[in-house]
């Protein structure tokens, strides 16, 4: 009946509630970033919090193809592209950043890149899951994949960043999460290289998995595919990506990053 349904579900609720109670006592939440206590349900501590999110109103109104962010005074922010994109610089149709690269944005993207902060990497995925939701992208993405990395890389750091973000902001936006990408072969690291280096770094460096290529039409063709990765930098990386889905078939390719670097 009605009102057994409801009891029951009364003391689900009371017996979870008193679970995470007892976790709580047991192993006392703390910040994922910083390690200090927090109440119950929050990743960061004020302090963090603040922190991470002082670049939030400047990403808010970010330009949706490049994702750096306007002034202010620039309006139209849903206007492609903005005064500061060249043209032909970006391949993808567009970007969703949730913060700048710098301070305690750029501690919580190289502190999330190790396995053992996990759920570091998965509180950000969260964040960005919601920012993408927010921004709603027009007839939203049909699957969600990242950039992958070397398995040298992956092996000597336990995983893969990029992938464990992915996962959370396709759970946030209710979305599948699936690995279409794969490395060819090594790359030097960008933060290393010149803009033209760059490009050519990462120029052949990726390819659609066998799995995926096989069976392409359910995966890619014809489909919006968002492209997780932690910062956006030149967007030599992205542009490359984008190129490998294309050929792949996919329709449509935008980005989300949860830090957009502010180059000058």
């Not at 939030?56 to 330009?63: D, G, K, L, T």
């Not at 294309?246 to 670097?261: D, F, M, Y």
């Amino acid at each position: 009946s009605q009102v057994t349904s409801s009891i029951a579900t009364s003391m689900l609720r009371r017996g979870r509630a008193a679970g995470e109670t007892l976790a709580d006592l047991v192993w006392p939440p703390v910040c994922r970033l910083c390690n200090d206590p927090v109440s119950s349900h929050r990743d960061f501590c004020r302090g963090c919090e603040t922190e991470l999110s002082q670049s939030r109103s400047r990403m808010a109104n970010a330009c949706r193809l490049c994702g750096r962010p306007r002034g202010p005074q620039s309006g139209g922010a849903q206007r492609l592209p903005c005064a500061q994109c060249l043209p032909g610089e970006f391949d993808f149709e567009g970007v969703v950043p949730l913060w700048a690269y710098q301070g305690r944005v750029r501690d919580a993207v190289v502190v999330a890149k190790y396995p053992h902060q996990a759920a570091l990497a998965d509180a950000l995925g969260r964040r960005l899951g919601r920012r993408v939701a927010e921004v709603a992208v027009a007839a939203g993405p049909d699957v969600v994949t990242f950039v992958p990395s070397h398995l040298t890389r992956q092996f000597a750091r336990g995983g893969n960043a990029a992938e464990a973000i992915a996962r959370a902001v396709a759970w946030q936006i209710g979305c599948p999460c699936r690995p279409l990408l794969r490395m060819t072969r090594r790359v030097a690291k960008q933060a290393w290289l010149d803009e033209a280096q760059r490009r050519s770094n990462v120029r052949g460096a990726f390819s659609l998995k066998k799995s995926y290529a096989f069976l392409g039409p359910s995966q890619t063709a014809g489909r919006h595919v968002l492209v997780v990765d932690d910062v956006l930098t030149t967007g030599a990386t992205a542009n490359e990506i984008t190129r490998i889905l294309r050929s792949g078939g996919a329709q449509r390719v935008t980005l989300a990053v949860v830090a957009r670097a502010l180059l000058t």
